[in-house]
């Protein structure tokens, strides 16, 4: 469970800086991924690097700070879920507006 907590951990520090090589290493580049975020759903590492890593955090937000909560964590084989509730603070690139959101859509 330890190497899943700082695996998310490190998943907030790739989001909070959209540092490529921080991202890289978190993704299996040539594997299937799949990838629930509260834009969509990506099914591959350039989906997820394109759509939500550049395409939303990047070009959506000029500061960011994502939060992870408690995780929830269950093992296939070489397989693993993920889940965790999480706060997301932001400074919109538009307008320069203070954005939280938290576990998904919901904003305050």
Known sequence: MQDMETFVQTYARSVNTCHIDLYKSLWNQDGAIFFIHPSGCDHSF???????????MDARFSKRELIPKPLCCAQYGDTAVLEFEWDFYATAR?????????????RS
């Open 46 to 56: 350039s989906e997820v690097a394109q759509h939500f890593y550049l395409d939303t």
């Open 94 to 106: 538009e307008d320069g507006s203070a954005v939280h959101m938290r576990d998904g859509n919901r």
